[in-house]
């Protein structure tokens, strides 16, 4: 398998199989599906190590279905999202065959990922303390809602997660309904968590021969995620609510109408107010005792809010970030998605990668679009080597031979 980014937007990865991968030698057999486990692994994947996705017969991971949009094949772009460089193996794990074969992929693993609901695996015989007592050095990742104790009965769904860990209760306006963040934020920030405490288990592994059970949840990410408002209610009591696009803590720190549209502006100290005021062409904010310092300001934000909306009306967000930003303010137009990669793109950062992936003897070339892996690594560079599989694209080859590790 060779690879190759043709798209403008570049990426961070480097094409070839001759190029070094950070996780080269390291498989993966990855039970998980939907979202938080997926992102993991491909994350993981992308660096060099071989995904083996463990699907169902038929139906295969649910989000192969969750479409409009799909792709020109028909297949869901939520999929092709989260599971590049994996193969596919189908196997039932309702009969004893599957469950044979699913023994035979894991003892060539390094690394187990699951995200079932809580005993699934156990009563599958594949729970971690009957095979890390077969397979000590396994590192074994459980991914779950709400933990593995009482609150294991809980489906785990992003939603449900953002409504009851807190997360909508300070997303939206004051005056308005809780709102959920636009992606689902907690499946992601989970995966990242997953992908680091395999790391850590596989750096402890790596010094002591032993595997050990990771265990991350959706819940518990969320909390840890939600940082300085989680730190106020630990340390002060403080029980925070909805203020729109304003910080707590800091002003002016929020999106602002412009003559055509809103402006995010993120003022973080008084150097940055002071030129703020000067673009705005009121320098004397910086000097009146209301606003002199960002506790002043924080206490009055109502009134600043109200002067810089009439300056900023002036004229348009393009205007005043150019003019902001040179003066060194933080400040940004309120991007849509297409603007937001035409951005990245112009500032040359990764973002879109287009690929061609084709076999040893080119006679099956495709080409995909992914978002670019997002972690730049200066020796061993993240690797596109292969698109989102089909279901069950690699199961003859897989179960044929549970010990093949394909180089890309």
Not at 59 to 71: L, S
Not at 111 to 133: A, D, I, K
Request: aromatic share 4%; hydrophobic share 40%; glycine share 12%.
């Amino acid at each position: 398998m060779d690879t190759q980014r043709n798209g403008p937007d570049g990426g961070v990865g480097a094409a070839g199989p001759a190029a070094r991968t950070a996780l080269h030698g390291l498989r993966i057999a990855d039970f998980s599906r939907v979202l938080a486990g997926p992102y993991a692994t491909m994350l993981l994947a992308d660096l060099g190590a071989d995904v083996v996705k463990v699907e169902r017969p038929g139906i295969g991971d649910e989000t192969r279905a969750w479409h409009p949009p799909a792709d020109q094949d028909g297949t869901s772009t939520y999929f092709l999202g989260v599971n590049r460089n994996k193969r596919s193996v189908v196997l039932d794990l309702t009969t004893e065959a599957g469950l044979g074969q699913a023994r035979s992929l894991i003892a060539e693993s390094d690394v187990l990922v699951e995200n079932f609901r809580p005993g699934t695996m156990e009563r599958l015989g594949l729970g971690h303390r009957e095979l890390l007592s077969r397979q000590p050095e396994l590192v074994y990742c459980s991914i779950s809602g709400f933990g593995s104790g009482a609150g294991a009965a809980i489906p785990g769904y992003d939603l449900l997660v953002q409504a009851v860990g807190g997360l909508m209760s300070v997303t939206g306006t004051a005056d308005g309904e809780p709102v959920k963040a636009g992606v689902a934020l907690v499946d992601v920030i989970t995966g990242l968590h997953a992908s680091l405490g395999i790391l850590a288990a596989l750096r402890h592994r790596d010094a002591t021969g032993e595997g050990q059970l990771v265990e991350v949840n959706l819940l518990g990410s969320l909390l840890s995620a939600m940082v300085n408002q989680a730190s106020a209610y630990a340390v002060a009591g403080v029980v925070p609510g909805r203020m729109g696009n304003a910080h707590p803590s800091i002003a002016p720190y929020e999106t602002l109408p412009t003559a055509d549209r809103p402006i995010a502006l993120a003022v973080g100290n008084d150097r940055q107010f002071t030129a703020l005021a000067e673009v705005v062409g009121e320098p004397g904010l910086a000097v009146d005792d209301r606003f002199r310092t960002n506790a002043d300001r924080v206490a009055h934000r109502a009134e600043l809010r109200d002067t810089l909306t009439e300056r900023l009306g002036a004229a348009g967000a393009d205007h005043w970030t150019t003019a902001l930003l040179a003066a060194g303010v933080p400040a940004g137009p309120v991007n849509t998605l297409d603007d937001a990669f035409a951005f990245a793109h112009k500032l040359g950062l990764p973002g879109i990668v287009d690929i061609t992936a084709a076999s040893a003897d080119g006679a099956e070339a495709r080409h995909f679009r992914q978002i670019a892996h997002p972690i730049g690594l200066s020796g061993t560079p993240a690797q596109y080597r292969l698109p989102p599989p089909s279901l069950g694209q690699h199961t003859a080859q897989i179960v044929n031979d549970p010990s093949d590790h394909p180089i890309s």
